[in-house]
């Protein structure tokens, strides 16, 4: 007798909850600030064959390739046979889980009756793994610079931990509490994982959970298919050009073309650049996560993705690229080409479904580090932010502003109160930022302003910043929004910077940021005059465009 829809529907709901637990756990133990803070990290629950069953908030840049590293796990040791309860696998290497090394893999095979029932896995940003610079360095040229790569791994074996590995791990780093206190903060989120599912298993039994997860895969799948159906079909193309590939690198070209035939799709990234000699570089692991998100983007977004999701979605990379790197390509600033190949994807479908699109942002990390030791403690520190930008416009009103890029997802702005208590930084303005959104008949949102001065001597910066070559691009009339501007001030004058590595910025250096805004969508003129007035008096416009021709750049 099938499973009754109802009970579907619970097991469906106790999945995500799980994750979502998964997700708190994970957030309440973390050591450092940018996963308890920042929430760079990102949680999900697995079936016995690593199919995805439910995830929580989290990047969802990261959310498309947590199976990944079960995949190369499970090959590496010769099938599902090898797992034992207890046990815990870490895997950070680019070319096999897709992002840089600081981002940590760590899950663990889930139990009940003696047989394999699932996967909880989790994926967080370290702050140090031992490379080259103690921030990530964006001038590296190859990965051996970037860290400890590492392969699929033992943790823990059948509830004992291996020791010569977590010593390797910590001895290996700048930041060894660091790097204990969250790998454990992420061993405890996979137990949480394994306690629920297990209590799961034992409420409604092992062949009443298999059915209705294949019954909410089935549904998935269907209700994608049938979102894509309703999309003209057709031949879709869009282009734009990364600033560079590293600081004093040359710009860098992002092709993307889209066939929509029936009920499927493919996701053509042929015409872009091949792997970069700087570290604007991915793995394939890592491209089909981005994809994924740009289709999710257009394609029932209401609809929580599962196994079932993405089954009509064909993506095609060109081999040793930026979108698939291969050894011994750099990987650390492995996201501003995804978030260029996001934009571009649904500025391509915007002539078809321009109801369902935004207009562009400036999709990047906007990082920016501050490393050094803390005065006050005399321990080394590194800071790490991802700064907010402004999103596109759309059809039923103007863009968010001060949201994360695309592939962020669920990640938060850094609270001025915890920079400025664990780190030698004073915060001295934190503001929307006037003019940054592309005017419109919906206007685009606003990027950030964040002005920043060192507390101590020694410090060092790192930044990267992108996307003024390509900026948040306008929509049908709409115009561009803003680029993003740097100024450093160490006392000897103001000097513009967007990429750089390792910078000293001694006490009393200020560091002026301005993040760029998205794009507008329909024309300026058509603005209603009663929301351009509220917008002048709340201060987020000072001036709007006379009726000038939208740019050529411009879908129409």
Not at 146 to 168: A, K, M, N, Q, S
Not at 267 to 278: A, E, V
Not at 446 to 459: F, K, N, P
Request: aromatic residues 8%; hydrophobic residues 35%; contains cysteine.
């Amino acid at each position: 007798m099938p499973v009754d829809p109802i009970t579907v529907e619970v097991i469906r709901n106790a999945f995500v909850s799980t994750a979502e637990q998964m997700s708190q756990s994970l957030a309440r133990s973390a050591y450092t600030p940018i996963i308890y803070e920042m929430k760079d990290c990102s949680v999900g629950l697995f079936g016995p064959r690593g199919q995805l069953l439910g995830q929580a908030p989290g990047l969802p840049i990261f959310l498309g390739n947590l199976e990944a590293a079960i995949e190369v796990t499970t090959e590496h040791f010769g099938g599902y046979d090898v797992y034992r309860p207890g046990d815990v696998y870490v895997v950070n290497d680019s070319y096999l889980t897709g992002s840089h090394l600081n981002d940590v893999t760590v899950f663990s095979p889930i139990f009940h009756d003696g047989e394999l029932i699932g996967f909880g896995a989790t994926k967080a940003h370290w702050m140090d793994i031992g490379a080259k610079d103690p921030s990530p360095p964006f001038d590296s040229i190859e990965i051996y610079q970037e860290g400890y790569r590492l392969g699929p791994t033992h943790l823990y074996v059948e509830g004992e931990p291996c020791p010569e590995t977590i010593d390797f791990l910590t001895r290996n780093s700048r930041l060894p509490r660091s790097v204990w206190g969250d790998m454990h903060a992420q061993i405890a989120a996979c137990r949480t994982g394994e306690r629920r599912l297990a209590a799961l298993h034992e409420r409604f039994g092992k062949a009443t959970i298999a059915e209705a997860a294949e019954a909410v895969f089935a549904q998935c799948e269907r209700l994608d298919r049938e979102a894509v159906q309703r999309i003209p079909d057709g031949v879709y193309h869009a282009e734009g050009m990364m600033d560079s590939d590293g600081p004093g690198g040359d710009p860098v070209p992002v092709e993307v073309t889209v066939t929509v035939d029936g009920e499927r799709m493919v996701l053509d990234l042929g015409g872009s650049s091949p792997q970069t000699r700087g570290c604007l570089n991915c793995g394939f692991a890592q491209t089909i996560s981005g994809a994924r998100l740009a289709f999710k983007f257009l394609v029932n977004p209401e609809v929580p993705v599962t196994a079932g999701t993405f089954q009509n979605l064909e993506i095609v990379v060109p081999p040793a690229s930026i979108f698939d790197a291969r050894e011994p390509a750099a990987c650390m600033q492995y996201y501003p080409h995804l978030g260029l190949m996001i934009d571009l994807f649904i500025r391509a479908l915007a002539p078809a479904i321009p109801e369902a699109v935004v207009a562009g942002q400036p999709a990047d990390p906007m990082n920016i580090m501050f490393s050094g030791r803390d005065p006050r403690s005399g321990a080394r520190f590194v800071s790490g932010e991802a700064t907010a930008v402004g999103w596109g416009a759309y059809r039923a009103g103007d863009g968010t502003s001060a949201l994360v890029n695309y592939g962020g997802g669920d990640l938060k702005n850094f609270p001025v109160e915890v920079m400025e208590t664990r780190y030698p930084l004073r915060i001295h303005r934190y503001a929307l930022r006037p003019d940054s959104g592309g005017p419109g008949r919906a206007r685009g949102g606003l990027g950030v302003i964040r002005e920043y001065e060192t507390l101590a001597d020694d410090l060092n910066l790192s930044l990267w910043f992108e996307r003024t070559i390509t900026p948040g691009q306008g929509l049908f009339g709409g115009h561009d929004g803003e680029v993003t501007s740097v100024v450093v001030d160490r006392g000897d004058g103001p000097w513009r910077i967007l990429k750089g590595n390792q910078i000293p910025v001694p006490r009393g250096t200020r560091v002026l940021v301005e993040i760029g805004g998205g794009g507008g969508y329909g024309p300026p003129e058509e603005r209603d005059p009663q929301t351009l007035s509220d917008d002048l008096a709340d201060g987020y416009v000072t001036t709007w465009p006379a009726m000038t021709p939208a740019p050529s750049t411009n879908v129409r």
